[in-house]
């Protein structure tokens, strides 16, 4: 394979099939920062041969102006905003507006924004009676799943994706409504009634109060946590083609319904190596016990017969500090600070992992650092949330990221539905031999 751009012709890459005199010329596609990428689509018509990465690893699966990513320097853009700047000055509702838009809205059109959202907050009325059909033990995420694939049963009025008009209120009735299912899977665990929204509170402070408010009693917004909360929002808005976001992709290429796809979203979240991590970091803590075992713990990590791995720990692309992770350790001491919490055992142990896993060489060579969940499971428990809806309030968060995505590839002309290809090893062509003969 060879590379060329002579006298501002546009740069190629020439792909000789070895052992013939076959090649072919393939452009290579420049963004506006990160890698060259090779445009192998001719490929397959000019030289008969595939490419072959499973994992996605080196494969763009599309062209994007939403978020970028620098894994090797640890930087992580928001139509170009540094994450840092965002979790500090922005809100969640401005940074939803800014991916779903491009730009940074005006005043009018923040408040604009802000209203459309708050406008489509309740559920209708039937789709309460939906969770009375799961068990109370269901995990709230099996519920959001179902519940918002659901939402394509109610709102018809939503479901022509090349409608612009339908596109854009399909988006607010996700992002408005995510919340509102999320805290209900939770009220119907606990059996507590189900809190409906309240638009004269923000967005972060809303969703707390859906979950933790009682109609018997006044409910007090505690202006740390819900500014904790929104920063969560914020750090999870969107993360570029991950496992869920690329699902988005996928399932919208076919012309799915934006409910539908969502849904499809939430399901390859739940994963434990992608959302569902921040739910197995607090397990592993809980399971590690005390600072003394965790040598003990770092060891097993390491013995490949185990199977065991650090959760909170690695990223496809970071190959640095993962930079939400920073600022969800600034947020957790805040929030720790904030609640009068001195000692709080899992902080401290989760301190001494990191310590003792950025001296190891087995991490150090392999460019393991602290993800963006290493840190947020420990601020929601601290704030009172349950581990099993970790996860969920991930997918609360990401609604805004898929949503953005998924109206991105509907836009963009170039779509094509989403197909690929494989390596076939199977038996090749046999013929049938009827039972008695096998
Ligand atoms: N603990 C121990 N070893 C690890 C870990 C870990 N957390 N992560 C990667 N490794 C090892 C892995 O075994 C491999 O070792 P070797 O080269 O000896 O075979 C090497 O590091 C490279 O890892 P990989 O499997 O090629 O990495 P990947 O890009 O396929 O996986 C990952 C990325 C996030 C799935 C993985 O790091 C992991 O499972 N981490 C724990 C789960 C987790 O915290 N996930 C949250 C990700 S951030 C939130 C999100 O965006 O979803």
Redo the contacts with the bound molecule.
């Keep these: 394979m060879s590379s060329t751009a002579k006298g501002g012709a546009k740069p190629t890459v020439t792909i000789t099939l070895d052992g013939s005199n076959r090649s072919a010329t393939l452009p290579l596609l420049a963004g506006s920062i990160g890698p060259q990428t090779v445009d192998i689509r001719k490929l397959y018509g000019e030289l008969g041969i595939f490419t072959y990465d499973p ?1 996605y690893g080196a494969t763009a699966s599309c062209e994007s102006k939403i978020t970028y990513i620098d894994g090797d320097a640890g930087i992580l853009l928001y139509r170009g905003y540094p994450i840092e700047q965002l979790a500090e000055k922005s809100d969640f509702i401005e940074v939803a507006y800014l991916l779903l838009e491009g730009e940074l809205p005006n005043a009018a059109q923040l408040e604009d924004f802000r209203k459309n959202v708050t406008y489509h907050t309740m559920l209708h009325e039937q789709i309460r009676r939906f969770f009375d059909g799961f068990r109370r033990d269901a995990h709230p995420m099996a519920i959001i799943c179902g519940v918002v694939g659901a939402l394509a049963a109610f709102y018809h009025d939503n479901l022509d994706i090349n409608d612009a008009r339908q596109r854009e209120v399909a988006a607010f009735r996700l992002i408005a409504k995510i919340p509102t299912i999320a805290a209900w899977a939770y009220k119907y665990s606990i059996g507590q009634p189900f809190m409906y929204p309240r638009n004269d509170l923000n967005y972060a402070e809303n969703f707390l109060y859906m979950l933790n408010a009682v109609p018997a009693e006044p409910w007090k917004n505690n202006p740390i946590l819900s500014r904790a909360m929104d920063r969560i929002l914020v750090l999870h808005a969107d ?1 570029e083609q ?1 496992a869920s976001t690329s699902t988005v992709r996928l399932a919208g290429s076919t012309g799915a319904n934006p409910f539908a796809c969502i849904a499809a979203g939430i399901a390859a979240l739940w994963g ?4 569902g ?1 921040n739910e197995a970091v607090l397990k592993m803590l809980g399971e590690i016990g005390t600072p003394e075992n965790i040598p003990q713990f770092i060891r097993e ?1 390491k013995d490949k017969n185990s199977h065991t ?8 692309v970071y190959k640095n500090f993962d930079p939400r992770a920073k600022i969800m350790k600034e947020t957790c001491h805040e929030v720790l600070a904030e609640l009068g919490i001195k000692d709080e055992p899992l902080l401290d142990m989760a301190m001494e992992m990191e310590r003792i896993a950025l001296e190891d060489d087995y991490f150090v060579s ?1 460019k ?1 650092y602290p ?3 290493f840190y947020s499971g420990i601020i929601l428990k601290a704030m009172g949330i349950p581990t099993s809806m970790f996860t969920v309030l991930f997918a609360v968060a990401r609604t805004v990221g898929w949503v953005s995505q998924w109206k991105e590839l509907i836009e963009d002309p170039s779509q094509r539905i989403g197909r690929p290809r494989q390596i076939y090893s199977g038996a090749t062509r046999r013929d049938y031999v009827p039972v008695s003969g096998r």
């Design positions: 994992g993360h991950n434990p190596s992608h959302g991590a990590v791995k650090l959760m909170g720990f690695g990223h496809r392999r393991l993800n963006v969940d």
